[in-house]
DNA sequence: AACCATTATCGTAATATTGCGTTATAACGA
DNA sequence: TCGTTATAACGCAATATTACGATAATGGTT
C-alpha cells in the first residue's frame, strides 16, 4: 500500500530505516557530499551544482532537514545549511554497530 | 515524477543510495538482524516473527538479494537466506568512509 | 499420483516519492 | 518603494513502494 506499518517494529528498527533515508537518494548523497566538502551550503550554489531543479533541490533539504541531518540558519537572504553534529555522528554510530553484528562464517 | 534521475548523478552517488535502500525500510533492518544473529534463516521463521505476510516478507526479501546484500540457496523445498559477506563489506566500506567525511566543525 | 509445506509471483489497492512549474515570502540594495 | 535575489511552499503528474490475498511453482512425502 505504500505505507509502511512501522507501529509494527521496534523503535530502533524504525530509527535506522529513517537514518538511511538520508542516504537512500543519489540527490542527497550528492548534497551530503557537497555539504561534507564545502562545510555549508546556500541552495543556489545546489542549483548550480546539481541538475535539479530547484524547488527540488528544496524539497530534499526539507527531507534532509527533518531527519535531522542537518540543519540551516538564516543568513540576510540566503540560508546556510550544514550537517548537525550531533544526529551525524548518532546515523555514524548507528550504522557502524550494525555493520559490527556480522561475523564472517561459513554458511551458505 | 517519482522517477528518480539516476542517470545525472555519479556512479558513486547512485551506489550508495542503491545500498541504503537496504536499510531504509524497519522491516529489512529486522530481516538482516535476524540474518544477524541467526546467521542463517527460512523465510518461513521470518514469516513467524515478523506481524507482515508471507507474500510482503517474499517481496522485501527479493529486493534485498537484488541489493545484492543477501543471497539465497535452495536447501530441499527451502530456501536459506543469509548475509553475502562481499557485499555486506562493501556496504560497510561504503558508509564509513562517508561518515568519516565529517570533520566537525563551528561553521554554523 | 496425490498431497503437503514452503516460497515466489501476480494482481490490485493505497500511499509515498520524485520532479517541476509556478507562486509566495523575505531580505537586501538602488 | 521597487526590483532583484534566494528560498520555501503549493499543486500537479508520473512513477515507486508497500502490503496483502490469491495463485502458481517447487520439492519432498506418502
Same mark, same amino acid.
Given at each position: 500500500?505504500?505505507?509502511?506499518?512501522?507501529?509494527? @517494529?521496534?523503535?530502533?528498527?524504525?530509527?535506522?530505516?529513517?537514518?538511511?533515508?538520508?542516504?537512500?537518494?543519489?540527490?542527497?548523497?550528492? *548534497?551530503?557530499?557537497?555539504?561534507?566538502?564545502?562545510?555549508?551550503?546556500?541552495?543556489?550554489?545546489?542549483?548550480?551544482?546539481?541538475?535539479?531543479?530547484?524547488?527540488?533541490?528544496? /524539497?530534499?533539504?526539507?527531507?534532509?532537514? /527533518?531527519?535531522?541531518?542537518?540543519?540551516?540558519?538564516?543568513?540576510?537572504?540566503?540560508?546556510?545549511?550544514? *550537517?548537525?553534529?550531533?544526529?551525524?555522528?548518532?546515523?555514524?554510530?548507528? @550504522?557502524?554497530? @550494525? @555493520?559490527?553484528?556480522?561475523?564472517?562464517?561459513?554458511?551458505?
Amino acid at each position: 500500500m505504500g505505507i509502511t506499518k512501522s507501529e509494527v @517494529f521496534k523503535k530502533r528498527q524504525n530509527h535506522m530505516a529513517t537514518l538511511a533515508k538520508a542516504f537512500d537518494h543519489p540527490a542527497r548523497v550528492a *548534497i551530503l557530499e557537497y555539504l561534507l566538502t564545502n562545510r555549508t551550503c546556500i541552495t543556489n550554489d545546489l542549483v548550480n551544482q546539481l541538475p535539479l531543479s530547484q524547488s527540488t533541490i528544496s /524539497q530534499h533539504l526539507k527531507e534532509l532537514k /527533518q531527519i535531522g541531518i542537518i540543519k540551516g540558519e538564516v543568513e540576510g537572504p540566503k540560508l546556510n545549511y550544514c *550537517i548537525d553534529e550531533k544526529v551525524w555522528e548518532e546515523a555514524r554510530d548507528v @550504522f557502524i554497530n @550494525f @555493520f559490527a553484528k556480522y561475523v564472517p562464517k561459513n554458511c551458505c
